[in-house]
């Protein structure tokens, strides 16, 4: 599958099985008449839909990429690496994907690039080794490891870019990002289903070549509705709190 990268982009991360936010982020990108979406992974762990969030991820041919919850819940290898909360959730997952799901997650590539864009849900680097990209040593490092102008990536739940000019690296956190072709990025599209930056509205970016920029989106989902699902699964009650803090 290729896409048009001369077009608006949608890019999605860690949806986490929540099914508002997902359907809130979707409906925000249909009304601005983006065609193309592209996730990051993670479209489960964590949250109570994820049969639903896959079939929505299917339904509409968006490419998706392996992330650290995806392959752990399909085969629970290296399940200890998590805490009790998340490792009761995956386990939760992995009863409850249905078996066509859990194949469809199986074939998820780590890394996607549409030239001039790469893809990736932790880093760049090592992407089975689910590394985080939190300091600016982390972007430095990773910077060497793509030859693309720009490398999406999710997996802290935390959005950012960092601008790599000809003199040094610097971070941006503003919501609208001029994109310059003769310097390069890493950003960080934030989370749709599990943001940790004490905002708990849904986020995802548009990256937008006619105008040269990136834009930050942030959305107000019904977090009480995902909330009573979580409840109704069963699962952990930190998960439902942990929404609605931003953390
Ligand atoms: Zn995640």
Redesign the pocket.
Known sequence: MTIDTSKKIAIIS?I?ANLPALRTVLEDIDNRGIETIVCLG?IV?YGPNPNECCAIIRERNIPSLM???DKVAIDLEKIEYFNEIARNAILWTNKTLEPDHIAYLSEMPYVRTYEPLTLVHASPCKPKDWNYVLTMGDARTNFECFDQWICFI??S?QPFAVEQTEQDIECHTVENIPLNKNNRYIVNVG?VG?PRDRDPRSCYVVYDPDEMSLHFRRLEYDIKETQQAIKEAGLDANLALRLERGV
């Open positions: 860690d986490h993670d762990g992330g650290n919850h999710g997996h739940h989370s599990q």
